[in-house]
Each structure stands twice: as C-alpha cells, then as structure tokens.
C-alpha cells in the first residue's frame, strides 16, 4: 500500500535558523508529492509539489522540498524560520491506485512551533 | 476569483441525525474529493466526483453518500451519525488530475 510517514509530530525552532520537516513515502511507481500547510481552524494550502525533474523543488512562502530517491524522502525545508510559519505541516502522495484519480494520501503531520 | 468555499462553518448534530454539507469548487474546476479529518489526524480520503460520477471511494461506510451538480458544486451526505464521525470535513477540487485545492472545512461535532 501507498503511503507517506512523518516521523515527528512536532518541530521546534528558533525564528532565523533553518528548518526541516521530514517525510519519508513508500509507494509503486514514479511518485507524485506534495507539502500542504494548515493553520489553526483552516483548511489546507498547497506549498509546494514534485512530479518530476529537478529534486530540489521550490514553493509557497519561502519554502523548499528536496527529493531524493535512494531514501525515498521529501524532506521540507526554509533557510531562516519565521514566527508565522508555526503551523501544522502535511506530506502527501497521489496514489496510483484505484483507477485515474488524484486521491491524496496524507501523513499523520508536524507541528511546527517557531520560537521568537 | 473565489477559492473552495464550503458551507457551514460549524455544525452540531446529536447521534442518529443525518447531516449535510456543502462545497463550491474553485472557478474552472471541475473534480470535487471530501476528506475527513479526525482531531490529530491527517485528512482521510471519502470519495471523488467528476462529472457528476463517483470515481473513487475511500474506506469510508456507504452512510456517507455524495453528490456532484452540473455547475460542479457538491454535498457530503452522513446519515445516522455516530459520535467518531466528530471532525473536520474538507472538500478540496482540482483540474482533471491535478494538484488539489482545499476549502477551509467544516466542523462537523456530534452529541
């Protein structure tokens, strides 16, 4: 089965340094993923995604996922963390499975706490 | 230019009702998916509706029904609500296979 893992269930970091966020996915195939982000009593916003080409992708906000195959991970990742970046993160894969959709599978997400 | 828009905001139902709620895909787009998220949670895919269709179903118990309109609007059904179906429904829509927007929710609380 398809699926994507987000090892940590939260991430904190002082405002100005980098941060990451890790996940890690599993799934058959060339995989399609993506980054959402979900502040308090929000829906999601769409941060960033990969399809194909170049592994370090650039997004929404500042925000950059690297790809790498051989681990199979898509770690998200900003070179100087904000305070309004605190937030709930999610990875998610399209899973190929089921006929032609664009099904999301989501991790379980990392809570991001900036700290001023 | 709109986003998803989704209605109500809030909702609180007592074990046993039957709920609906309502979402408006953003302009141009023409797939519709529900998920449901559980406090804690990633979002769990319902279903999918394109073209009026279901395309896909997730693992979800057939008291959760939808619909999609020709102006590709759609509705969630629950019926005989139980208290875990307590979350944050999301309705996200796309272009024909590509990356999903979502709306804000609607929070679902059953007594």
Known sequence: AQSVA??????????????????TYSVSGNPYLFWYVQYPNRGLQFLLKYITGDNLVKGSYGFEAEFNKSQTSFHLKKPSALVSDSALYFCAVRDTYGGATNKLIFGTGTLLAVQP | DAGVTQSPTHLIKTRGQQVTLRCSPKSGHDTVSWYQQALGQGPQFIFQYYEEEERQRGNFPDRFSGHQYPN???????????LGDSALYLCASSPTYNEQFFGPGTRLTVL
């Open chain 1, 6 to 23: 987000q090892p940590e269930d939260q991430v904190n970091v002082a405002e100005g340094n980098p941060l990451t966020v890790k996940c």
């Open chain 2, 72 to 82: 590709y609007s759609s509705e969630l059904n629950v019926n005989a609500l139980l």
